[in-house]
């Protein structure tokens, strides 16, 4: 089948779409926005979207260590007034949590980064932008009031990373995320499997029949602007060889000696994210890092690594004092987030179950994972007896190994 007999096909099998709003009217939580999302989109891209690293052992840790803490909660408190707000990387929050760094957001939805940006500036809480995004630095800082931070790979031309600090620098960005778990891409099998490729996906037989039971996804993507690494599109001086080519060649943060360069350079708030290793965090806090983020890639980089939850304890009990420790990896619930903040995580990032909400239904489906995430952590600190971010400490929550050892 030819490409102008699908784009046909999906011409005229394309449903007018439900808004928003309309298709949101039962989303009640993370997986209900999960289900829609699974039900626009392709097989190939649902795999990049929620696959992980090899046997995806990791993938699963994350989510099934949740299960395995307990809130142990406080009664007859005053919680007529639960205050959720904090000050992470120099950025005021109203909310503990800022959307995660995700590459080729706009595979889910064709708005991408730019219905997540918005929907993260009306809740007041950070988006962060990826390197290897698909909406340029610019663009998202003309079109979201922010605030915004940026998240940087480490390629092995330096003038390119000094452009890309210094574009985000003079955008507004306030913060610096570097990625310091990715020195090479993992074995992704579902998208082996599928031949998914970034960052869009490559047009065969069977990805463009799939694509024709999609209708709505397909009539995007054929009819859209073509999806690319924006801000790697878009340099002074664009490299010879090709944008994709080039998002393959980041040497992945492979030096502390990188990491040094990289925040004399930035000249501002930063973090490093991937950490899971006592003495990696260590380290970090002696170059300077106002923050670090523990974080296992959500599953998706080496497999048979602890659950991100598992390692936070023992990290914040090493640097807590010392740096601003944050948590991402697995968070679908607002009790998850209230289980991360009281094992001493200042904030979370949030990056699937943001993308569950894009996917399902563009900025409104954002938003609509936003606000269940803040209502469900404003009960869970309600029940719990916490009436501010202050009040969350390890003493309400327990490790069940630990209840059944004693």
Known sequence: ?????????????????PSGLKRLARVVNIEDLRRLARRRLPVGVQGYLEGGAEDEVTLRRNRAAFNEFEIVPRVL????E??????????????????????????????GELASARAAGRAQIPFSLSSSGTVSIERIAESSPGPHWYQLYVWRD???CEELLERARNNGYQALLVTADSAVRSKRERDLHTGMTVPSPTLSASSLLDGALHPEWSWHFLTKEAIRFANLASLKSPPKVGMEKLARSFDGLTTWADLEWIAAAWKGPWALK????LEDAKRAVDLGATAIVVSNHGGRQLDHQPAALEVLPRIVEAVGDQVEVLFDSGIRRGSDLMMALALGARACLIGRAHLYGLAAAGEAG??????ILADELRIAMALS??????????????HRATRSRS
């Not at 089948?1 to 779409?17: F, G, K, N, T």
């Not at 904090?86 to 706009?106: D, K, Q, Y």
């Not at 007896?385 to 327990?398: D, H, K, T, V």
Request: proline residues 6%.
């Open 274 to 277: 991937g950490v899971m290793n």
């Open 77 to 80: 408190r005053d919680v007529h």
């Open 366 to 371: 954002v938003s609509r994972a936003i606000d």
């Open 82 to 111: 639960i205050d959720v707000s904090t000050t992470v990387l120099n950025t005021a929050m109203a909310l503990p949590f800022a959307l995660a760094p995700i590459g080729s957001p706009r595979l889910f939805h064709h708005d």
């Open 158 to 160: 330096r003038a390119l």
């Open 385 to 398: 007896g916490a009436a501010s971010l202050a009040e969350l400490n390890p003493s309400l929550i327990e």
């Open 1 to 17: 089948m030819r490409l102008q007999e699908i784009r046909e096909l999906v011409r005229v099998a394309r449903p007018d779409a």
